[in-house]
């Protein structure tokens, strides 16, 4: 379901921008991710690939165990997702597990982005936007991968 922004959502969209300049710092894909919770941040996560040697270490999916270890539940009812980067299939599979409220995305993924190639995946009742940031986070990766080549 598409939802609409709101102005808190720039808010949040900042401190996962800052998280993904984090990750860009580290020579980590430049993700971040912010879980909110009634207004209040209960997990931030950028992307620790590399620094991990884990492909599961993306942002979302530590963020929501993060989430879930400081709401001591595995559900995250009520919360929203602020991510820099449109989840991947992957993460979007681990969001509807969650069965995450809200989904907020700066920049779109034209490869792996699940709305384009696997909405199904997430949970029925996520509601989910694009929006605030979206051309500082997809400069922010555009200038990541021009750096790598």
Same mark, same amino acid.
């Given at each position: 379901m598409i939802g609409k922004i709101d102005f808190s959502d720039q808010y949040f969209m900042q401190m996962a921008f800052k998280e993904a300049q $984090? &990750? $860009?710092q580290k020579d980590e894909? +430049?993700?971040g991710a912010v879980i909110v919770a009634g207004k209040q941040v209960i997990a931030k996560a950028h992307n620790l690939t590399e620094t991990?040697? /884990?492909v599961t270490a993306h942002a979302e999916m530590l963020a929501i165990? &993060? #989430?879930t270890q400081t709401l001591g539940?595995? $559900?995250l009812n /009520?919360?929203?997702l602020y991510v820099t980067l449109e989840p991947c299939p992957m993460c979007a599979g681990a969001l509807a597990w969650s069965q995450i409220s809200r989904i907020v995305y700066a920049a779109t993924d034209e490869k792996r982005g699940c709305m384009r190639h696997s909405p199904s995946l997430l949970? +029925?009742?996520t509601e989910v936007c694009q929006g605030p940031l979206q051309t500082? #986070?997809?400069q922010l990766i555009k200038d990541f991968f021009a750096r790598k080549r």
């Open positions: $984090y &990750a $860009y894909i +430049p993700v991990l040697n /884990d165990t &993060a #989430a539940g595995k $559900y /009520d919360c929203t949970h +029925p009742r500082e #986070a997809t």
